[in-house]
């Protein structure tokens, strides 16, 4: 269903006492309003089974940042799926662009994955976007729907009840530099165009398509009043409580 969900991704960062305080902050910051969105939080792996039952209860959800595609295995370091799982975890973002570049993750690698998180019952945040010399050549349309054709075009339809799109320029993350508002709904209008001739109205509709890269709290509002963007997965700004709940409120 198409929901409006806001993501924080915090990638490498935040122990575990720091997990635990940043929750607890994020829990009493939330108080007392009703957000009009999911509101999800992605800290790393060791941190996961402590931060879902420190969330039970709330309306925060609690997301794994990647997953292996194996279900079990000699895969020294890797995690499977039914580990996440096991700590209550449903929901894994899958393709992000910092996996595809500094862990040579390709699009047969993320299909094997979504495959498998779909499988077995999880939500996939997926995400993909151009690079800066793609969009300076006027190429951002083809990279991302090779993107989406690739990994997700296989998909049943009713798979697609278990997917979240990230649109995230890779230009944009972590720079400081955000696509405009029109920039992020061109391209989400595009995508929600590419399912819907491939699939169907229903399935492009009910589709949530965040998009990430430097959303703050003075340019989330602008960002996700946008027809076609359904809020954000936020990377910077998620480390910080007070950053965090503003974007949450402007979804
Ligand atoms: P950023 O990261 O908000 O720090 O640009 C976004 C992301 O990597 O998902």
Redesign the pocket.
């Given at each position: 269903m198409r929901q409006n969900l806001v993501a924080g991704?915090w990638?490498m960062n935040n122990n575990a006492e720091q997990t635990a305080d940043l929750i607890g902050d994020l829990k009493s910051s939330m108080e007392g309003f009703e957000p009009n969105c999911r509101v999800m939080i992605a800290p790393t792996f060791v941190n996961l089974a402590a931060a879902a039952p420190n969330t039970e209860g709330t309306i925060v959800e609690v997301a794994a940042q990647n997953m292996h595609q194996a279900e079990k295995g000699a895969y020294t370091g890797e995690i499977s799926v039914d580990m996440l799982k096991s700590v209550g975890i449903q929901t894994v973002i899958l393709g992000?662009?910092?996996r595809r570049t500094y862990f040579k993750e390709d699009d047969a690698l993320l299909k094997a994955k979504v495959t498998t998180a779909l499988a077995n019952g999880m939500e996939v945040i997926f995400?993909f976007g151009e690079l800066l010399a793609e969009r300076k050549a006027g190429n951002h349309f083809t990279v991302v729907e090779s993107q989406l054709k690739n990994v997700l075009f296989d998909l049943f339809s009713d798979q697609w009840k278990q997917i979240v799109l990230?649109y995230?320029p890779v230009w944009?993350?972590?720079?400081g530099e955000t696509a405009s508002p029109e920039q992020a709904q061109e391209m989400h209008s595009f995508i929600r165009g590419l399912v819907n001739t491939k699939y169907s109205e229903t399935v492009a509709n009910e589709l949530t398509i965040l998009y990430?890269?430097?959303?703050k709290p003075d340019n989330a509002k602008e960002i996700f009043s946008k027809e076609d963007v359904d809020g954000g997965?936020?990377?910077?700004?998620?480390l910080k409580v007070a950053d965090f709940t503003a974007i949450i409120q402007a979804c």
């Open positions: 991704n990638k992000h662009s910092e995400c990230a995230e944009a993350i972590g720079t990430g890269g430097s959303v997965l936020i990377g910077g700004a998620s």
